[in-house]
């Protein structure tokens, strides 16, 4: 694993968290970092994982993960702002180009297309895992956009000149110098296949390694400085240094083109190596097209309400309400009590509205910090005073976002007539809306991907049932096909759209009786 020591953690310090609830970056600090529940870490720890062959390959996801992150911003043009990460990379039209030789590319972008959704693009997923690589230490950014087409070509290959690459590099926004610590860097890490390059690396007969990988340093799946103090001591086994064919070193040309005097430095100094490698990482990964608009560095809130679930129920005319909070790095005490207060609709707060939470679980989040998740469980509010914000007390401090509270919208909810009917797979959606919110349309939002696998939303219209005055709700329902796809609720409001509620499938809900 990496153990940088960042320069860039320094800025996190003047970063202002979000107001929680935000759609999108709640899924993306949750993606970021709360990596380990939602299941992205097991992708790339160990670092000498390798999930798509045998474990004596030679090769590891972690390389992989790095190439394609490399390859997709490498076509950037800083003239006119075009290419960069985008997830271009994922087009079969741009892995078929000699520069994207290798099957790395296909192999990660296949893992993390299903992980993006309409908050988290498919190239953030991959950033995501690049950070928790990079210990955890790289300001992480959201925002990025998944192309609709691939981009002009642009990545350099090995038997280009050193004219070539420099020109290259500097297309894509780097000097000399940095480009010579963005290949250090990235080398390493893995190193050549000889299916891939057949001319640069023959096949090498190792039983630890099928693959034939010619790996670029000995700690092949180690962010360490091992592939500079090995060039410098001239003991490298670098098949692009020492390569039998000197056109194709294109390692030794670059490495070589300051006199060596970077690669001097990074031999000398790990730290330097470390912070630079960091620096030039988090400046690839935040390359992206002219006009994309990332967000501000996600720093993990330290207090984060998640699932909070809201589900009317007409016959009692009550609503459950059920949820958690993650405390973040917060001292390991089970016996901390943690209360929950909330206001009712009108901004309320009766005594009753207090309770203590359960006590979850503690989840390690890498080898720094720890994740404290606190729950409570469905419990009725009356639907005609319903629910508006919510704070926490921890140890005895008012936790409410300096005042604000934490906001809950109540105005369209899941209803718990909410069927499904196992025998065929379909069912209906009843969504209870506020009398007062008066919507011209509701419908149920449903993720799915257009032709380039970006992700989009269906709308599935909503028809509303007969008014019952004695209620706080009116309902709309519609019938699905799917009883575990997943939906949220969308409304018209006045002329804008609104987008509601934890996502739920069907089967979260009883049989239908008839
Ligand atoms: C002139 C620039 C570069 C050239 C000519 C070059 C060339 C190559 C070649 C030929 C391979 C072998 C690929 C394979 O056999 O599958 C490779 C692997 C790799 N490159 Fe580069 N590279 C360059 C720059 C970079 C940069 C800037 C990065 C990242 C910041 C990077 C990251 C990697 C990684 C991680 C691997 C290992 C992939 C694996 O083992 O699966 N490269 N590079
Ligand atoms: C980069 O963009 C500029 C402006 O459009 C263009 O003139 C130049 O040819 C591009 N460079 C490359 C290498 O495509
Ligand atoms: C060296 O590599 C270059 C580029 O791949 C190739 O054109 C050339 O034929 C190779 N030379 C030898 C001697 O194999
Ligand atoms: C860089 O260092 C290597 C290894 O000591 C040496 O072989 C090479 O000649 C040096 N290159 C330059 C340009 O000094
Ligand atoms: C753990 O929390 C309990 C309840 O707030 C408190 O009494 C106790 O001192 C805490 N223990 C530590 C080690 O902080
Ligand atoms: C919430 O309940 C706790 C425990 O009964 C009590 O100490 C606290 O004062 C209450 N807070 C509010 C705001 O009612
Ligand atoms: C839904 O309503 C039924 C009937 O009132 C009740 O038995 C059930 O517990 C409710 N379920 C939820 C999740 O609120
Ligand atoms: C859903 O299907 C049922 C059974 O076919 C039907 O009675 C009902 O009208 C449908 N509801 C909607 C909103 O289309």
């Given at each position: 694993m990496l153990t940088l020591a960042l320069l860039v953690s320094t800025s996190l310090a003047s970063v202002q968290a979000y107001v929680w609830p935000s759609p999108q970056l709640d899924a993306l600090e949750a993606m970021r970092w709360d990596q380990n529940r939602f299941g992205i870490a097991p992708l790339i720890r160990p670092c000498d994982l390798f999930i798509f062959g045998p474990a004596n390959s030679g090769r590891s996801n972690a390389a992989d993960w790095i190439r394609t992150a490399y390859h997709d911003m490498a076509t950037y043009n800083i003239t006119d702002g075009t290419g960069g990460m985008d997830a271009s990379i994922r087009f079969a039209a741009e892995q078929a180009r000699p520069e994207n030789a290798g099957d790395g590319f296909a192999n990660t972008l296949n893992v993390l297309q299903p992980v993006s959704n309409r908050y988290v693009s498919s190239l953030l997923t991959s950033l995501t895992l690049i950070r928790i690589a990079a210990a955890q230490k790289l300001p992480s950014r959201g925002g990025r956009l998944d192309a609709a087409v691939p981009n002009q070509p642009g990545v350099p290959e090995p038997q280009e000149g050193l004219d070539s690459h420099v020109a290259s590099f500097s297309r894509q926004g780097f000097t000399k110098e940095e480009m010579i610590g963005l290949v250090a860097c990235g080398h390493t890490f893995g190193g050549v296949q000889h299916a891939t390059f057949p001319t640069i690396v023959p096949d090498l007969h190792d039983s630890n390694n099928v693959d034939s990988v010619a790996h670029f340093d000995t700690t092949n799946t180690h962010f360490d400085n091992n592939v500079a103090t090995e060039y410098i001591s001239g003991t490298t086994l670098n098949p692009l240094v020492?390569?039998?064919?000197?056109?194709?070193n294109s390692d030794k040309r670059i490495f070589g083109s300051d006199g060596n005097a970077t690669m001097e430095a990074f031999a000398q100094s790990p730290d330097l190596f470390a912070s630079t490698c960091a620096n030039l990482f988090a400046r690839m990964l935040d390359t992206v097209p002219k006009g994309v608009q990332l967000t501000d560095v996600i720093t993990p809130l330290p207090v984060k309400p998640n699932t909070i679930k809201l589900i009317y129920d007409a016959l009692t005319e009550t609503i459950a309400f059920s949820g958690e909070v993650r405390l973040w790095?917060?001292?390991?005490?089970?016996s901390r009590v943690v209360r929950m207060l909330w206001d009712d609709r009108s901004g309320s707060t009766s005594t009753a509205n207090n309770i203590t939470l359960s006590t979850g679980s503690i989840i390690p989040i890498g080898s720094r910090h720890t994740a404290t998740w606190y729950f409570f469980n469905l419990f009725p509010l009356s639907a005609s005073s319903g629910v508006s914000s919510i704070r926490f007390v921890v140890d005895g401090k008012l936790e409410d976002q300096q005042g604000k509270g934490f906001a809950v919208n109540d105005d369209l909810v899941f209803a718990n007539s909410s069927c499904s009917m196992p025998a065929d797979g379909t069912g209906t959606f009843d969504v209870a809306v506020r009398k007062d919110v008066a919507p011209t349309r509701v419908y149920l939002e449903q993720t799915s991907r257009d032709s380039t696998s970006r992700p989009i939303i269906v709308e599935i219209d909503m028809t509303p049932k007969p008014v019952d005055s004695s209620k706080a709700y009116a309902i709309w329902s519609a019938n699905v096909s799917s009883t575990f796809e997943s939906y949220t609720i969308g409304a018209e409001v006045g002329g804008v759209k609104i987008t509601r509620g934890l996502g739920m499938s069907l089967n979260q809900f009883g049989e239908c009786s008839s």
């Open positions: 020492v390569g039998l064919n000197d056109t194709t790095d917060v001292p390991a005490n089970l």
